[in-house]
């Protein structure tokens, strides 16, 4: 099993699917369901606004193409094409990525969306945009 190395970077997703009934056990279920050995992402935060643990944090993750073996991936659940995050999940999501910077001696301009490295809307427009203004705060 590979083992994460070096965490330069944090990558937010979202799940595009219900924010309020999307569960980590439901995102592991379609990640064992493309084949993949366990869920794809370190952390997730729900609609209710709390942060669950997915795959371990010393393990490569599987959510970002071409950057798995130097970030940690969080995914808040909700399509964020169509609604915003809760005020808990973004309260959540602060604090989890502050808890990095702090861990990892990262920096803001190192919290990245997977929009960024891909070609996809993820995380959403909405979530995107509030992800802009924090990290240039």
Known sequence: MARLKNV?????H??????DT???????RWHRDRG????GYHFIITGD???????????????TK????????VCVTGNFEKSQP???QWEMLTLFLQRCIDKYG???????????????????KNLISKLQEWRAG
Request: charged share 20%.
């Open 8 to 12: 330069s970077r944090v990558v937010v």
């Open 14 to 19: 979202h799940s595009a699917s219900d924010r």
């Open 22 to 28: 999307t569960t980590p056990e439901t995102i592991y």
């Open 36 to 39: 993949w050995r366990d869920i």
């Open 49 to 63: 606004g709390a942060l669950h643990f997915g795959r371990p944090e010393n393990q490569t993750g599987a959510h």
């Open 66 to 73: 071409g950057h798995n073996q130097t970030a940690l991936g």
């Open 86 to 88: 809760t005020p808990k």
């Open 106 to 124: 990262l920096h803001r301009r190192d919290i990245h969306w997977h929009q960024e490295f891909g070609n996809t809307a993820c995380p959403g």
